[in-house]
């Protein structure tokens, strides 16, 4: 089993920086495909950013690209998203994930979720 636990996220103003983290722990032997989903009120859950396991290969949904990074620390077993230049609509409750497949934008492509960390940015 896998475990997921996201950390950072707070109230931010519009512009801010801020930087999400993953950390993986349970059977961390072979490292995962991971990604990032966000959800605000409301809305359907959404693609954010996946990473391959060796971190080479990223994906961004179009609506963060240029402003979102994501990266992994595999000695940590811990993957982040970096926040830049937020934007209220960024406003959500974010949530990694972890997959045995190859890095997807297909929330179905994930087996193992987090709780999620919120995520909000003023105006």
């Known amino acids: 089993q896998v475990q997921l636990v996201e950390s950072g996220g707070g109230l931010v103003q519009a512009g801010d920086s801020l930087t999400l983290s993953c950390a993986e722990s349970?059977?961390?032997?072979?490292?995962?495909?991971m990604g990032w989903f966000r959800q605000a009120p409301g809305k359907d859950r959404e693609f954010v950013a996946g990473?391959?396991?060796?971190?080479?290969?990223?994906i961004y949904a179009e609506s963060v690209k240029g402003r979102f990074t994501i990266f992994r620390d595999k000695s940590r077993n811990t993957v982040y998203l970096q926040m830049t230049n937020a934007k209220p609509e960024d406003t959500a409750l974010y949530y990694c994930a972890a997959s045995i497949n190859y890095v997807s934008r297909d929330s179905e492509e994930y087996e193992y979720w987090g709780q999620g960390t919120k995520v909000t940015v003023s105006s």
């Open positions: 990473i391959n396991r060796s971190g080479n290969t990223k």
């Open positions: 349970g059977r961390t032997g072979s490292a995962h495909v």
